[in-house]
Nanobody, 117 residues
Framework: QVQLVESGGGLVQPGGSLRLSCTASTSAFSLYAMDWYRQAPGKQREMVAGIDSNSVTAYADSVKGRFTISRDNAQKTLYLQMNSLKPEDTAIYYC???????????WGQGTQVTVSS
């Protein structure tokens, strides 16, 4: 198991920005493909963005052009920069390794993002 701790969520107005962080416990962090997911009330968890070990990125269509995923392997930290936030971005945001997410394992507590005026 890889311990992951998400932070950086909060309440923001529509059009605002937040940066989420996910700090990993493993020294092998740089080898893992990492993903950000979110789950809104009454909805299934969905993948938002992913980044592989070579820093190749992918995004859900709903966030493309607004969100940026990045990683700092020296700090064992994954980031999600979220700009131009919309009320529909309101959700609990989780990070996970791509492998563990596929296996349905290793989910942490997440961080709440609320976009509201």
């Amino acid at each position: 198991q890889v311990q992951l701790v998400e932070s950086g969520g909060g309440l923001v107005q529509p059009g605002g920005s937040l940066r989420l962080s996910c700090t990993a416990s493993t020294s092998a962090f740089s080898l893992y493909a990492m993903d950000w997911y979110r789950q809104a009330p009454g909805k299934q968890r969905e993948m938002v963005a992913g980044i592989d070990s070579n820093s190749v990125t992918a995004y859900a269509d709903s966030v493309k052009g607004r969100f940026t995923i990045s990683r700092d392997n020296a700090q064992k930290t994954l980031y999600l920069q979220m700009n131009s936030l919309k009320p529909e971005d309101t959700a609990i945001y989780y990070c996970n390794t791509h492998l563990h997410a596929l296996l349905g394992q290793n989910w942490g507590q997440g961080t709440q993002v609320t976009v509201s005026s």
